[in-house]
């Protein structure tokens, strides 16, 4: 980048040379310190100008459109950057649409005259511009970013030195303009994924290596009853429900070996209210590949565990009330074979759940009343999901009737379901004898 001066007489260095080459230090110094890209072009242009009597100009090229957008041009006639603000590029589109266009650098001697101004021509002519010079300025993949263009007031084209500097003011142009489009990309792709974080329906929590709260995005904040910027800083333990610290803790030490996992835990609002969550959690790590956190997707689950322990309960209330209820109970298969018995209904027919578990309702009903159990049973293993009641006799060890009482065999049958509840009257065992007696089924002890 250093312009290489020639020796004076004396063996003296150009005094110009020297504050050119200084000037292009601090212009580096500014554009590392993060100046706008406005002010460093502006300075490197007036760098230029400072060496001669031209007029320097950036264009910016829009890769998109295939436009030239003004950069920097702090002395060109403002009507004339107007006028050429935009324009498209081409083989024929002035000393910078042409540059831009090739990639390579276009001497325009005298404006008035040549071809590739046919179109610009009366915007600087009446400005005094009669000739251009204009070189690409690339990225260090050979990209075009833009022009740098020298005007001056009579015919001419450039010097030696004079394409010197030009040669140092793209190469300071092109570290300006890729630092800005760097730092451009980067604001743009941290919107877009901050953006995706504030939108999720899913609350989204960083953690340093010592478990405090470095960014929630806004649904974590609405979870736990905070604002986002009130949970920075604070420890995971303090959101924490007292039960699942140390589980918490262990999950911790395994982020910090930098492994991956889901689980549940439960925690607390602000209000004390229970909040349980599905935690799927990785860990970050810097650039030297150390774990330097970890990041946390929780997922609300608060109404499915209150379903479940509500659910819960209810099963265990059904379970004793099923145990202790006074009436036989039983739940059976389709082929009517008992899957589970209550206490009553072993009583009533004076055999064991293991022993009923052997064999079916079908095999313990009386002989007299099989066919109607049997039309009965079918309708609601296949087809009927509304409960009946059936009046039946079975046969109990060693061979008594439970008779056909005042109260009835009841059944439920749901849809999709393949088991069916069935419960008997306390009053089943009165012993009918008016019926011939029946042997039990075979398999059963007398």
């Known amino acids: 980048m250093e312009t290489k001066p020639k020796p004076e007489v ?19 110094e500014r554009i590392a310190v993060g100046a706008p890209l406005k002010e460093v072009l502006e300075r490197i242009v007036l760098l230029i100008e400072q060496q001669g009597d031209g007029l320097g100009s950036i264009l910016l090229l829009d890769r998109e459109q295939g436009r030239v957008v003004h950069g920097a041009a702090p002395n060109l006639p403002g009507e ?15 000393s910078c649409g042409t540059a831009a266009y090739r990639g390579e650098r276009v001497i325009v001697r005298d404006i008035e005259t040549h071809p ?17 010079w204009s070189s690409p300025i690339f990225s260090p993949a050979r990209e075009v970013l833009g022009t740098f263009a020298v005007y001056y007031p009579e015919p001419r084209e450039p010097k030696e030195d004079e394409l010197h500097w030009v040669d140092s003011a793209t190469h300071l142009a092109a570290i300006a303009i890729m630092k800005n489009q760097g730092e451009l990309a980067l604001r743009r792709s941290e919107a877009r994924y901050r953006q995706i974080l504030e939108t999720t329906h899913e609350g989204v929590i960083s953690l340093d290596i010592d478990a405090k709260v470095k960014f929630a995005n806004r649904r974590a904040g609405e979870m736990l009853g905070y604002g986002s910027s009130e949970l920075l800083g604070r420890n995971v333990s303090e959101l924490l429900d007292p039960s699942e610290r140390r589980k918490v803790e262990a999950m911790l030490a395994r982020r910090r070996r930098g492994m991956s996992d889901q689980y549940e835990v439960h925690m607390r609002t602000r209000e004390g209210r229970d909040l349980w969550v599905i935690i799927a959690s990785s860990a970050v790590v810097d650039e030297s590949g150390e774990v330097a956190g970890m990041l946390g997707m929780l997922t609300d689950i608060t109404h499915r565990k209150q ?46 759940a293991a022993e009923l578990g052997q064999t079916t309702l079908l095999e313990l009903t009386h002989s007299d009343d099989c066919s109607r159990f049997w039309r009965k049973s079918a309708c609601w293993t296949w087809v009927n999901t509304i409960p009946f009641k059936l009046k039946l006799a079975f046969i109990r060890r060693p061979g008594n009737m439970l008779g056909r009482g005042s109260r009835s ?30 042997a039990p089924p075979s398999g059963f002890a007398r």
């Not at 006028?83 to 083989?91: L, R, S, T, V």
């Not at 590739?116 to 251009?132: S, T």
């Open 10 to 28: 004396g063996g003296r260095w150009s005094i110009e040379r020297e504050a050119f080459n200084l000037e292009q230090i601090h212009i580096l």
């Open 80 to 94: 004339f950057s107007r006028a050429i603000e935009g324009a498209h590029i081409g083989p024929q589109a002035g």
């Open 116 to 132: 590739y101004w046919k179109d610009y021509r009366q915007f600087a002519l009446p400005h005094g511009l009669r000739a251009c």
């Open 307 to 352: 379903t479940e322990i509500v659910l819960g309960r209810s099963e265990a209330e059904l379970r004793t009330m099923f145990e202790s209820a006074a009436i036989g109970m039983a739940l059976v298969d389709p082929i009517t074979r008992p899957v589970k018995c209550n206490p009553a209904l072993e009583k009533f027919l004076a055999y064991s």
């Open 409 to 438: 065999l009841r059944s439920a049958c749901r849809t999709g379901q393949r088991r069916t509840p069935w419960l008997w009257s306390r009053t089943f065992a009165r012993a009918r004898g008016s019926r011939k007696k029946s």
